[in-house]
């Protein structure tokens, strides 16, 4: 029996010796920009995976031991983890990763929100502090990952020179990318798309494509034939291009609206990690590929 | 001296006057409503519509309709909040019963993993007795669950221990004393004795097999007094396992909603009653399938054997604490939202003693206010 107590040991000895802060992010994005902002000084965790709905995760409870050791727990606010997250910080007795605690960032009060709703849920499954799905903006790339810096800087002052460079160095190659992908959407602006779920607003805002409708009839409520068969009109009136999915919704209606008038399915991916998206501008990359073919 | 206090006063002023907005956050005041700092409130309601072809039947258990009709089978108000830094508060008071389900305090700050929650709660044992009934995936409470742990499930003052071993998986050791029971434990009110303690413990592991599948094992022990004739010490004891697999595929293009739920809960239990010792063994296994977001079925089977002891008589009561039982349920669920379903379940029951019953279940359950969080 005893010589089953050595694993357990170097396990828990090599916990204490890793260096710097572990850092955890509800969703693979915000961590990928504390990975560019941290670099080798941190560890960084993502507990959503890239092709999962981030609305409605199984609070596994690995999960919990994830938040026990984090020094940093990146969420991104406005609800959108409302369903799983709150037992997992309970659960995991790190003071640190409470609301309020130093090592809890919620990242949309780093960001300027869009939707902003007076909170009905006759009105769907509404989040009343905005939309939050804010990420897929480049603009608002920058804002995370000047915020995280702030944040790493204060939680490991040693290196607080590092983390503000890292950040400058991302910001710039982010925006040398923003200019380019700026100049490859300019002749596809006033474009008009539909979506499944308004998961796009804020990347339709930085692109300067038109929203004009949406699959769902209100938020968080799957679409039905009806409203699909009236989307119909609307999109061949309209002349809408593109309809935009996430890629953990069912595609059954949003391809029969497709065929039925001639727009472009186009199921993208939601995150980080997903199909041909290693880095947060590879994710970016993506999108603006797909928005432009 | 004042020179000083007036130095640390300003110093203070300054601090409170420096902008306390995020970047992108509205740079102006916000108007303060005074009920800010209130706990998330969230009201559930279950209502029921049911039938059996007996009407003499076994008592079905909590939040179950006693008769054919409709019945409101549960009302409750949930309330949540963080107390301070090192505090956090949960309450659910039943509107039908008039009485608080539970009422709890949790650290968040101790060291060493540790975690102590006191208040009035439902011990953690097995996967079913702690959750109320918006979580269940049937209309009915499992009567194994009722035979050892009363229609409401055990649930009582005290105060609970949990450590997280340091593990590279999840393993979590969980105690508590609770001053009463319910079921095969003796239900005390106020002045209970060392004695009368009840001492539920729980070992929970989990294991992430991939991102798809999921496993988790618990085995779980409890002791106290018995609900039989107490008072010349006789005792219950109750242990189980309980295992928990999940398959939910999360690819690219996998409707991410789909997925296959198989819960088994086993237990043994030793009953000490007036000149007699009770053996009894018992179970729940339940298999859930998500066709989509919006629906899921289920099925499960429930099981429960007399293994030792005299047989039920009126004088030993004993037809209240288990009899031989074989229970199978079918249920359809469908979620218009997060927050409202409706179930159908067909049940179909034979007790020892009882004619068979056919149960047939219509269930609309409605939740508003905060938005709830759901647990493993």
Redesign the interface.
């Known amino acids: 029996m005893s010589l089953h107590w050595p694993i ?1 040991l170097l ?2 000895l090599s ?1 204490v010796v890793q260096a710097g802060p572990r850092v955890v992010s509800t969703i693979p994005d915000l961590g990928a920009i504390a990975a560019e902002v941290g670099g080798d000084l941190v560890t960084v965790t993502s507990l959503v ?1 890239p ?3 981030p609305h ?1 995760l ?5 999960f ?2 994830d938040l ?1 050791r984090a020094d940093l727990l990146l969420v991104v606010g406005m ?1 959108l983890e ?6 997992l910080q ?2 995991a ?1 790190n ?1 640190r990763v ?4 130093d090592g809890y960032l919620d990242c949309s ?4 929100p869009l939707d902003v709703q007076t909170a009905d ?1 006759s009105k ?2 509404v989040h009343p502090g905005g939309n939050p799905h804010y990420w897929f903006d480049p603009r608002n790339g920058v ?1 995370l990952a ?2 995280i810096a702030e944040r790493l800087a204060a939680l490991d002052p040693g290196h607080a020179a590092d983390y503000r460079a890292r950040a400058d160095a991302f910001v710039s190659r982010l925006e040398g990318r923003m200019a380019e992908w700026q100049a490859r959407l300019a002749p596809r602006k006033g474009t008009r798309v539909v979506v499944y779920h308004r998961s796009w607003t804020y990347l339709l805002d930085w692109a300067g494509f038109i929203e004009a409708g949406e699959l769902e009839p209100k938020p ?3 679409p039905s034939p009806d409203h699909v068969a009236g989307l119909v009109t609307r999109v061949q009136q309209q002349g809408i291009r593109y309809v935009l999915q996430e ?5 059954n209606l949003s391809k029969l609206l497709a065929e039925k008038t001639g727009a472009r399915l186009k ?1 993208l ?1 939601t995150m980080v990690g ?2 041909r998206t290693n880095t947060y501008e590879g994710l970016i990359e993506t999108l603006v590929r797909e928005l432009t073919d | 001296m004042p020179r000083i206090l007036a130095g640390i006063l300003s110093s203070l002023l300054l601090l409170s006057a420096r902008p306390a907005q ?4 509205p740079s102006v005041g916000r108007e303060l409503l005074g009920n800010e700092m209130n706990p998330a409130l969230s009201i559930i309601l279950d209502t029921v519509g049911s039938y059996a072809s007996e009407a003499k039947r076994v008592p079905l258990g909590g939040h179950a309709p006693t008769a054919n009709g409709v019945a409101i089978t549960g009302a409750e108000l949930t309330a949540s909040a ?1 107390v301070d ?2 505090f ?1 508060f949960d309450a659910a008071f039943s509107m039908t019963d008039l009485e608080l389900e539970e009422i709890t305090f ?5 060291p060493g ?3 102590v929650r006191g208040g009035k709660f439902l011990a953690r044992l097995g996967r079913h007795n702690a959750t109320h009934a918006h979580a269940w995936r049937f209309v009915l409470h499992p009567l194994p669950s009722q035979y050892l742990f009363g229609a409401e499930g055990l649930g009582a003052p005290g105060l609970e221990v949990s450590w ?1 071993a ?5 393993t ?1 050791l969980v105690g508590a004393v609770q001053v009463g029971g319910r079921g095969s434990f003796l239900e005390t009110e106020g002045d209970a004795s060392g004695k009368d303690l009840v001492t539920p413990l729980r070992l ?1 592991q ?1 294991f ?1 097999l991939s ?1 798809d599948w ?1 496993l ?1 094992v618990g085995l779980n022990a409890v002791q106290g007094p018995s609900a039989l004739a107490p008072g010349v010490g006789n005792r219950a004891y109750a242990y189980g396992f309980d295992l928990f697999v ?1 398959w ?1 595929p ?8 789909s997925f296959v739920a198989w819960t088994t809960e086993a237990w043994a239990r030793e009953l000490e009653a007036p000149l007699d010792r009770w053996r009894d063994v018992g179970g729940t296994s339940d298999l859930v399938v998500g066709l ?3 629906w899921e079925t289920a099925l499960r089977g429930e099981l429960w054997r007399r293994v030792e002891g005299a047989d039920p008589t009126e004088a030993n009561q004993r037809a209240a604490f288990g009899l031989d039982t074989e229970r199978g349920s079918v249920a359809l669920t469908f979620l ?4 409202s379903r409706v179930r159908l379940q067909y049940t179909l029951e034979h007790v020892e003693g009882y004619a068979v019953n056919h149960l047939a279940l219509v269930q609309v359950e409605v939740s ?1 206010g905060a ?6």
């Open positions: 357990p396990l828990l916990t995976r092709t999962q709905d409605t199984d609070a596994r409870p690995s919990v031991l026990n609800e409302a369903g799983w997250l709150p037992p309970v659960s007795r003071p409470q609301k309020g605690g009060t780093l960001i300027p849920r769907g499954d804002r000047r915020g968080g409520i799957p890629s953990y919704y069912p595609t199921v991916p997903a199909v | 995020a970047q992108g956050e963080s830094t090192y956090r949790t650290t968040l700050a101790l993993n540790l975690q997280l340091p593990l590279p998986w999840y979590e929970v989990f992430d991102d999921a988790q999940k939910r999360i690819g690219f293009g996998e409707t991410g909603y989509d977001k919006r218009p939202s997060h927050f508003a938005h709830g969080a759901h647990t493993y």
